[in-house]
């Protein structure tokens, strides 16, 4: 069975520069794990004769239509009008969803405003999908030899009807055709280019032409998903383990794990199943480390604190680098890491601490210390590692970024290897 | 002079999830500032029939199309070839730009790769773009009653080339139809909604239709652009002075100023043009705050340094909040706010210090102190301030970026007011 499906966004916000469309990547990202793709995306702007047409002409090319916005209480919101014009059928007056929405109003103690009873008017032809996101419930239409799902314009609730209603059903048709098993896995790098990382998997891409490789840069990591297709599960998770282990010792040294978890995730994980905490010194990012690591939900568990050490004064009052120190070596060296760190991990009674000092830009760098260049120091309970990188300057924000998640890797094979170098 | 415009991606990688097209959404915001409108949007595949098809169905539509990618040096970058298909002539070799593409790589000491010649392949009736961006020239092709113009799908290339080549082109025609002048202003605001902000702005958007009122989020901030439309330049700043100011009144104390600098580098002119400096004493927001100040470059002439004070060890170790006022109010309080803040200025020696602490969730809430109460301290010259805020419980990401955000707003008005409350 294949399927073609196209997107159809509908808003004028999508077009005047006030929101970026995420659903369309979103969308493809989850056809693209179940093997398919999405044969193309349109944007139009809320205009009754226009997304009639644009309904009509997707329908022409895709058994499914997957439309995002135009849902909401108010009169620019007309995707359910749209879609009924384009399918000839009249709206009908959706009880069951109206009541959804009145209660949800009445569970905040806000009165229902009417206009929101609009959203209870879909196409007379259309199933209802169930929204346990928000109050706009999704409907699927039948259109010409195809159907439309339409989702609200809210990522998180476009996600929510996605999973719940339109990818079991895909599913479901796509083992319609043949029972179909689909195993997934995902190998994660960090310091090689997108090409790079390619061009080693290029003999393996060659050799197995039916398992899908995608890459997805996450920056500045690359993401590579290995999709094993087939009949039998036993059969299909061997060999996708069997190409992770082939694409793993091909891209080599800069894999840091498989699986879904971020880096900072990892580094959480490693250090509160050994009871351990960590503390940050940070100069050339500025906090970027302690702020990925205390994004994730419950990283108080771990992280005790950390100190951004930008002017020398800070070094010497928190972490003990001495203008000595600092005049014989400068900010920028293997010293000064290795006293961050232990300092910081001294004063702040961590088990591990990661220190980074090196030169963002755009000023700063000189011939013998360009921009880029950093020093990481972890101290731990063995003692402590310092490693130098000249990071490619592809501008602060990105030296920062590839800095900080340098420093998290650090950390990572430091605690998980346990030992000092 | 009304003119249509489209926009036309094309990629892989934009339908399968791995990128998200950036470029639609920079292409309808410089559109909006000049008062036009992106009539639609479409995003399709490396596929040489379905791109001629889109480019013959848009330019029915519109009379710019501008397309973004496929212009790279990679056997699977076609879009040269099928605007010249779609225009119905041959590929020409346009020395000059293969002749800048050689120069480029010579001053890196790279050989350039063969393919890179494909690049400089165009459409035979086209008119090259230069890009002083990248290697890619971009190039206007006529077609129908319109134009195609084509830009390289990197953000940074297609945004240059936008402005340097058709920003300047669509201001002519406009100016071709009558002698116009457009003049814009921007007004920030932090804490509304956008529909609060709306809904204060609804009496001047009625009484002055001609007047386009933008808004934009930024979250959590509001950014609200008024553009104002005429012939005569002097009236039309006047006009929008006014209006500025009448907007301002509306939307009241959320308006924190007006421009394009963004919160981070407002803090740091206004200290910087007086010599002062700042450091953070950052708990529930765990180094995001010294993060987005030091994202700016020069950020180094204010910011000191900073401590991310997750554990009470911390607090207790490098601020001085002992444990009978932790003990007596809790980290989260209004003494643990101004000691924090206090501590950070003495311990590192700076013009001001700015401290948060507050409960980021999801965990951590209680009905005395819920997951969004947050305090803010800011220690200076003539004193300390503190503000307690509940800020809404959008998710943890969320409530961080909103404390982060009124931190940097405390600091602004203490430090451009200059007096203790």
């Not at 069975?1 to 929101?19: F, N, Q, T, Y």
């Not at 009169?75 to 949800?104: K, N, Q, Y």
């Not at 989702?151 to 055709?177: C, S, T």
């Not at 950390?306 to 002017?311: L, W």
Request: charged share 25%; proline share 5%.
């Amino acid at each position: 069975v294949k399927l073609r499906i196209e997107s159809l966004a509908i808003g004028d916000e999508l077009l005047d520069g006030r929101v970026a469309d995420k659903n369309t990547q979103d969308l493809g990202d989850a056809l693209s794990a179940l093997g398919l793709e999405l044969q193309g995306a349109r944007t139009v702007p809320d205009e009754r004769p226009t997304i009639v047409a644009a309904l009509h002409e997707a329908s022409l090319r895709a058994d499914i239509v997957v439309t995002s916005g135009g849902l909401g209480p108010t009169t620019d919101d007309i995707t359910a009008e749209c879609v009924a014009a384009a399918a000839g059928v009249e709206l009908r007056f959706d009880e069951a969803s109206f009541e959804r929405i009145r209660a949800m109003f009445a569970s905040r103690g806000i009165p229902m405003p009417e206009s929101n009873r609009r959203q209870a008017m879909l196409p007379g032809s259309s199933r209802t999908l169930e929204n346990q996101a928000g109050t706009a419930p999704g409907f699927v239409t039948p259109l010409g030899a195809g159907e439309v799902w339409s989702f609200p314009g809210v990522p998180r609730e476009y996600r929510q009807l996605l999973e719940d209603h339109l990818l079991p059903r895909i599913r479901e048709r796509l083992a319609g055709g043949a029972p179909q098993v689909l195993v997934r896995r995902t190998l994660r790098s960090l310091g090689l280019a997108e090409s790079a990382v390619g061009e080693r998997l290029h003999a393996l891409t060659k050799e197995n032409p039916d398992v899908r490789v995608q890459y997805r840069a996450a920056f500045p990591e690359i993401l590579v998903r290995l999709i094993v297709e087939g009949v039998d599960r036993d059969a299909c998770e061997a060999r996708a383990e069997a190409l992770l282990a082939v694409a793993r010792a091909a891209v080599g040294d800069s894999v840091y794990g498989v699986g879904d978890d971020p880096l900072e995730v990892r580094v959480l994980r490693a250090l509160e199943a050994k009871g351990q905490t960590l503390v940050t010194a940070e100069s050339c990012t500025g906090g970027l480390v302690a702020k990925r690591l205390t994004d994730v939900a419950g990283s108080s568990a771990v992280v005790l604190g950390g100190i951004v050490s930008y002017a020398n004064a800070v070094k010497e009052a928190f972490l003990g680098v001495t203008p000595a120190v600092l005049g014989a070596h400068g900010a920028v060296s293997e010293e000064v890491a290795r006293t961050m760190a232990e300092g910081a991990r001294a004063k702040m009674g961590a088990t591990w601490a990661v220190a980074i000092t090196g030169i963002a830009g755009p000023g700063g760098g000189s011939a013998d210390k360009p921009v880029g260049l950093v020093w990481f120091a972890v101290a731990g309970p063995e003692g402590t590692t310092a490693v130098k990188k000249k990071l490619p300057d592809f501008g602060r924000e990105r030296v920062r970024e590839m800095a900080a998640a340098a420093a998290l890797r650090l950390v990572l094979e430091r605690a998980t290897a346990g030992g000092a170098t």
